[in-house]
């Protein structure tokens, strides 16, 4: 079952549901303030790159001009 992130537009808290595909798309309740105006993020399961945010983690510098 995939984890699906929901963060909480009252809030700001960000948490975490197991939910099946077809309950992705529910609402969920925020479990700081009770809310029900959450959004959804992309899931970490599922976080290939092209997401949101500059999230380019490259451990190992590329191969540029020798001229740095
Ligand atoms: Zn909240």
């Known amino acids: ?18 939910l ?19 959004r959804r993020h992309m899931s970490s399961a599922f976080a290939v790159g092209g997401g949101s945010g500059p999230t380019r983690t490259i451990s190992a510098p590329p191969p ?3 001229f740095t």
């Open 1 to 18: 079952m995939p984890m699906y992130d929901f963060a909480c537009r009252e809030c700001g808290q960000v948490f975490e549901k197991k």
């Open 20 to 38: 099946r595909m077809s309950q992705s798309s529910d609402p969920q309740t925020c479990p700081g303030c009770g809310s029900g105006d959450t």
């Open 64 to 66: 540029s001009s020798p």
